[in-house]
C-alpha cells in the first residue's frame, strides 16, 4: 500500500468561506479515498474517487484526481465550525492489497 | 447498525500490566484492521484480518503485542507487558470485501503509567 501526503498541515479560514486540500502520491491507483477525524473520534469516510474519475461530489464536497499529476484535491464549500478536523486522503494501489496507509492529515480550523 | 464498537474506551495501566483492546466489527464485515493513532508518528496499521485470518501483522511493533479474532464478529489486541510508549490511541476499522471504505470505532485510549 502507499501512503499520500496531504498539503497543507494546517489550515485556518473563517465560516463561509471553501477550504481546499490537496493530496500527492506516487503509484498508480484504482482509487483514493478521503477521511475525516473530528478530535477524539475516529475516522469517517467522506467519499471515494475512482481512477478513471476526474470529478466528484458529495454535497458540500468536491473532490478532483489527476492521475498524470498523481494528485487530487478536497473542496468543501460554504465552510462551517462543524468542519473543523483533520482531513486524510488514502490512495488505494493499483493490485494491491487491501490496507490502506494514512499520512499525516490536514488539520482544518473552522474559525466562527 | 452501532457501527464498529471498541472496547474500553479509555484504559490507563501501570507499566507491565496486561492490555487487552477489543473490537466487535459490523456485522456482515469481512475485513478487520487495528490501527495506532499518536502525535508524532501519526496512524499506524498493526495488523489486518480476512475473514477472520491474519493476512499482515508487518505493522505490529513487537512480539509484545499479539491480536485474535476468534470468531467473526469479535478480535482482541493484546499487549504484555504494556510500555509507557505504548500509550496511544488504538482505532479498530471494518470494511467489506466489495465497498472500499472502512468504518472506523471510536478508539480506545491507553496510557500507560
Known amino acids: 500500500s502507499q501512503q499520500g501526503e496531504e498539503d497543507p498541515q494546517a489550515l485556518s479560514i473563517q465560516e463561509g468561506e471553501n477550504a481546499t486540500m490537496n493530496c500527492s502520491y506516487k503509484?498508480?491507483?484504482?482509487?483514493l479515498q478521503w477521511y475525516r477525524q473530528n478530535s477524539g473520534r475516529g475516522l469517517v469516510h467522506l467519499i471515494l474517487i475512482r481512477s478513471n474519475e476526474r470529478e466528484k461530489h458529495s454535497g458540500r464536497l468536491r473532490v478532483t484526481l489527476d492521475t498524470s499529476k498523481k494528485s487530487s484535491s478536497l473542496l468543501i464549500t460554504a465552510s462551517r465550525a462543524a468542519d473543523t478536523a483533520s482531513y486524510f486522503c488514502?490512495?488505494?494501489?493499483?493490485?494491491?492489497?487491501?490496507?490502506?496507509?494514512f499520512g499525516s492529515g490536514t488539520q482544518l480550523t473552522v474559525l466562527p | 447498525d452501532a457501527g464498529v464498537i471498541q472496547s474500553p474506551r479509555h484504559e490507563v495501566t501501570e507499566m507491565g500490566q496486561e492490555v487487552t483492546l477489543r473490537c466487535k466489527p459490523i456485522?456482515?464485515?469481512?475485513?478487520l484492521f487495528w490501527y495506532r493513532q499518536t502525535m508524532m508518528r501519526g496512524l499506524e496499521l498493526l495488523i489486518y484480518?480476512?475473514?477472520?485470518?491474519?493476512?499482515?501483522d508487518s505493522g505490529m511493533p513487537e512480539d509484545r503485542f499479539s491480536a485474535k479474532m476468534p470468531n467473526a464478529s469479535f478480535s482482541t489486541l493484546k499487549i504484555q507487558p504494556s510500555e509507557p510508549r505504548d500509550s496511544a490511541v488504538y482505532f479498530c476499522?471494518?470494511?467489506?470485501?466489495?465497498?472500499?471504505?472502512?468504518?472506523f470505532g471510536s478508539g480506545t485510549r491507553l496510557t500507560v503509567v
Open positions: 503509484t498508480s491507483i484504482n482509487n
Open positions: 476499522a471494518s470494511s467489506l470485501q466489495d465497498r472500499p471504505g472502512y468504518t
Open positions: 456485522s456482515g464485515h469481512d475485513y
Open positions: 484480518f480476512n475473514n477472520n485470518v491474519p493476512i499482515d
Open positions: 488514502a490512495p488505494r494501489s493499483s493490485g494491491s492489497a487491501r490496507q490502506l496507509t
